[in-house]
């Protein structure tokens, strides 16, 4: 697949290293540090906050800072922020970041500088200090290992908000990427399971500014639908043929428990449980040749 070997812009575009966008949603009271902080990086750099529906007064104090800023009309979603957000970018290389002071943002110019080599770079949060809550770790670990499985990729951290990936390749995965917090898990999973080159830097995560929203039980039964359902769409095989197995197995052990320690074997029980296997396995056959045949992959 075709790689960037440098930063060339968007055609008529100024000669920007990066785009970084900032999704913002009643932002106003921390992100101003996050603004002084990226402007620091230097002229290199394009920065663009989507306001998306805020209800304070974020996108004025984007504006007095000096930053450009498109504003939603009403909330639409943390990835439909990043969505916009990219589509108005003027360079191929896009980093993404909190407006909320969590992550390093000294980092990006090393994330920018690993693009020439690779399709994204993200800053996976296992550095010397990490203020992830403990409530949280429990979902973040089943997470990751659930992703591991089925991408069969190591992946250090599923949902990082601090990456830099190219512009085209995010384009491309447009119509999968959800309007939600699960725009990275996406993201990251597409990416991976496609053969897209993804490297992880370690960093450190800051206390965050503010109240979090993410909702822990809610959003993480939402994260295993997400991992589930992307997995689906390039490695359907990974989800039905372990399904299948299992129901065989279970129509196998069925049939020799009932025929050893029941005076009559479930036929039907067994029957139906071998049909499930076989459907399982036949609609995973299914979905992976309409999968080679979308385009989807590679």
Do not use: C
Not at 15 to 29: F, G, M, R, S
Not at 195 to 222: A, C, F, M, Q, W
């Amino acid at each position: 697949m075709d790689r960037f070997t440098g930063t060339a812009p968007v055609e008529g575009s100024p000669a920007y290293k990066a785009t970084l966008v900032i999704p913002a949603y009643n932002e106003e009271q921390g992100i101003v540090p996050v603004l002084e902080e990226l402007k620091r990086l230097g002229d290199a750099y394009e920065i663009l906050v989507v306001d998306d529906g805020s209800t304070d007064g974020t996108s004025e104090t984007v504006r007095r800072s000096g930053v450009k800023v498109i504003r939603h009309p009403k909330n639409r979603g943390y990835g439909a922020a990043l969505k916009t957000g990219i589509r108005e970018a003027k360079s191929p290389i896009i980093v993404i970041t909190d407006a909320d002071g969590t992550y390093p943002n000294e980092r990006i110019p090393e994330l920018v500088a690993r693009m020439s080599d690779v399709d994204m770079v993200v800053g996976g949060r296992t550095g010397t200090s990490v203020a992830i809550p403990l409530i949280r770790r429990p979902a973040k670990w089943f997470l990751n290992r659930l992703a591991n499985y089925l991408s069969e990729a190591d992946i250090p951290d599923l949902n990082s908000g601090l990456r830099a990936f190219r512009r085209d390749v995010a384009i491309h995965f447009f119509p999968i990427f959800p309007s939600g917090f699960s725009f990275t898990t996406t993201i990251t999973l597409a990416m991976l399971v496609n053969g897209y080159i993804v490297e992880y830097i370690p960093i450190d995560y800051h206390h965050r500014k503010g109240k979090s929203k993410i909702r822990p039980i809610y959003d993480t039964l939402n994260f295993i639908s997400l991992i589930v359902r992307t997995v689906l769409y390039f490695r359907p095989l990974k989800i039905f043929l372990p399904i299948a197995g299992l129901l065989l197995l279970a129509s196998l052990l069925i049939f020799i428990g009932s025929w050893l320690f029941l005076p009559k074997i479930m036929d039907a029980t067994v029957s139906i449980t071998f049909m499930s296997g076989l459907q399982m396995a036949a609609l995973g056959l299914l979905a992976d040749l309409i999968d080679k045949r979308s385009g989807w992959s590679g």
